[in-house]
Structure formats: structure tokens, C-alpha cells
């Protein structure tokens, strides 16, 4: 079974360009999770999708991040204009929907994502 | 509001020796989840364990155990006889009990960067 993939590994832009992530999940797996970490700090929580729905975007920074997931399925994470704060590693997370529960979530091997 | 402290940012041991990393959490949640996960060189975070907040029992995995704590609101990760593949960065993490949808959110330490060496 394929694991949580993220796409690209690593990316490096200036500073006022665009740059998307993509992250495909787990088969079956409702629940979508997009973190990041900055640099030497704590991994935070972006948002979380169930299937296409944005089930809570509270950490997300402000407006220069979009993020979507249309069908359900994969999932991509815009940032425009890109700002030199943004660098870190994004990761992306998936788990199955379990009611009443609360299960693992496996984590991709993240974006490094570079702002110079 | 819910936080997690590791306070230790890196620790160098030497291969087979006994290795714990601390990890201290706040939560207001009367049920919850702790949780460690494994990063290494490759990037991606592997789980290693869910605990709930009711089950205070000890557990061990090989040369893997853990120590919940409720009173001092502790969840510190043993390693026995490291091994230098055990050289990662380790994250604790915490995530209120959610009902509905199955979801959880995490909230993460800053990692301990952990270093066997030969």
C-alpha cells in the first residue's frame, strides 16, 4: 500500500513568486492534514480537510495560503505571493475516519519548501 | 490552550547505551491522546505510539518503552541499547480526544535531535 506522497521534495523560489504542493494521501483516508514546520521550531498545524471539506483552517497564516482539495482526493497547498517567513518543510498527513475514535495519521516526507 | 515541551534540543549518546527523552505537555482536555513520532534522514515522521489519556499503564515495544505520567503530565520515550539507526529527530505529540469524524489535530514539541555514534 503507498504511503502519504508529497510532490516536490524540495523547491526553491524568490521571494513574490508562486509556489503549489501537492499531497496525495492514503487511499480510503477522509482526513487530510497539512502542517509545517519553520526552521529549528515546533511543527504546527495548518488545517484539515475531511474529503473535499475544510473541517478547520485555523492555522493557517493568512490569505497567501490556499488551500484545496477538490474530489476528496489529492490535495495541493498554494502560497502567492511567497514571503521569505514561509521557508520550512511542509508536511503533509492523512487518516482513515474512525467516529468516536482517534487514529494514527501518517505523515508524508514533506516539501522543503525555500524562499530566497 | 495545548503545548508540548522537549526541553532537550539534542543528546548525544554512544552506541548501547540507554537513551530517555523527556517530554512535558499542557492540556485543559480531560481526555486526550499523546503521541511519538520518529523523523529520520529521509524527512518523513513515522509513527511510534498512541496513548489515551485513561491508560496510564507503562508500555514496551523491543527496546522501545514509554512512561506516562498523569500527575507530573509526562510522556517520556526510552530507548534501551541504542542503536546508531536510532539516530533521528523524535517528536512528542498531544491532540484532544475529537468524537466526530475522526479526526485529530496535533499539536507538536520542537523535536530532539538524538545521536548514536559508534
Known amino acids: 500500500e503507498a504511503g502519504v506522497t508529497q510532490f516536490p521534495s524540495h523547491s526553491v523560489i524568490e521571494k513574490g513568486q508562486t509556489v503549489t504542493l501537492r499531497c496525495d494521501p492514503i487511499s480510503g483516508h477522509d482526513n487530510l492534514y497539512w502542517y509545517r514546520r519553520v526552521m529549528g521550531k515546533e511543527i504546527k498545524f495548518l488545517l484539515h480537510f475531511v474529503k473535499e471539506s475544510k473541517q478547520d483552517e485555523s492555522g493557517m497564516p493568512n490569505n497567501r495560503f490556499l488551500a484545496e482539495r477538490t474530489g476528496g482526493t489529492y490535495s495541493t497547498l498554494k502560497v502567492q505571493p511567497a514571503e521569505l517567513e514561509d521557508s520550512g518543510v511542509y508536511f503533509c498527513?492523512?487518516?482513515?475516519?474512525?467516529?468516536?475514535?482517534?487514529?494514527?495519521?501518517?505523515f508524508g516526507q514533506g516539501t522543503r519548501l525555500t524562499v530566497v | 490552550a495545548q503545548k508540548v515541551t522537549q526541553a532537550q534540543t539534542e543528546i548525544s549518546v554512544v552506541e548501547k547505551e540507554d537513551v530517555t527523552l523527556d517530554c512535558v505537555y499542557e492540556t485543559r482536555d480531560t481526555t486526550y491522546y499523546l503521541f511519538w513520532y520518529k523523523q529520520p534522514p529521509s524527512g518523513e515522521l513515522v509513527f511510534l505510539i498512541r496513548?489515551?489519556?485513561?491508560?496510564?499503564q507503562n508500555e514496551i515495544s523491543g527496546r522501545y518503552s514509554w512512561n506516562f505520567q498523569k500527575s507530573t503530565s509526562s510522556f517520556n520515550f526510552t530507548i534501551t541499547a541504542s542503536q546508531v539507526v536510532d539516530s533521528a529527530v523524535y517528536f512528542c505529540?498531544?491532540?484532544?480526544?475529537?468524537?466526530?469524524?475522526?479526526?485529530?489535530?496535533?499539536?507538536f514539541g520542537t523535536g530532539t535531535q538524538l545521536k548514536v555514534e559508534l
Open positions: 498527513a492523512s487518516s482513515h475516519p474512525l467516529p468516536g475514535s482517534n487514529t494514527e495519521a501518517f
Open positions: 496513548r489515551n489519556s485513561f491508560d496510564e
Open positions: 505529540a498531544l491532540s484532544e480526544a475529537e468524537f466526530t469524524g475522526g479526526g485529530n489535530k496535533l499539536t
